[in-house]
């Protein structure tokens, strides 16, 4: 699993550290790292070849649905987040959860 987001990478790392998280991903990247989430997904998607039909998009924001909305992936909106569920709803992501649980369910 790899984080990708527009938040300083030592930040997210410390979270994940403190919450003994950090050991699940692959991969952060952060704003340092440029601010398009697209270009940085490209990346990802190269440097583990990983298939795009295996691949999930998880966000809360309408702009991180409409960035990678052509790159063939599934998109996940997550509603306890930055955009409400309503908003999300507009941009057609493939699955809408409201809970960890819900999300984890896709994957189970």
């Given at each position: 699993m790899t984080i990708i987001s527009?938040?300083?990478?030592?930040?997210?790392?410390?979270?994940?550290?403190?919450n003994d998280l950090f050991c699940y991903f692959n991969l952060v990247l952060g704003a340092e790292s440029g601010r398009n989430k697209k270009k940085k997904l490209k990346t990802v998607l190269k440097k583990f070849q990983i298939p795009k039909e295996k691949t999930y998009f998880i966000t809360d924001t309408i702009r991180d649905l409409k960035e990678v909305k052509d790159l063939g992936?599934?998109?996940?909106?997550?509603?306890?987040?930055?955009?409400?569920?309503?908003k999300l709803k507009k941009e057609n992501p493939d699955f809408i959860v409201d809970s960890t649980k819900e999300l984890l369910k896709v994957f189970l």
């Open positions: 527009s938040n300083d990478r030592e930040v997210i790392s410390d979270f994940l550290k403190r992936i599934k998109t996940m909106a997550v509603t306890w987040g930055y955009h409400a569920k309503s």
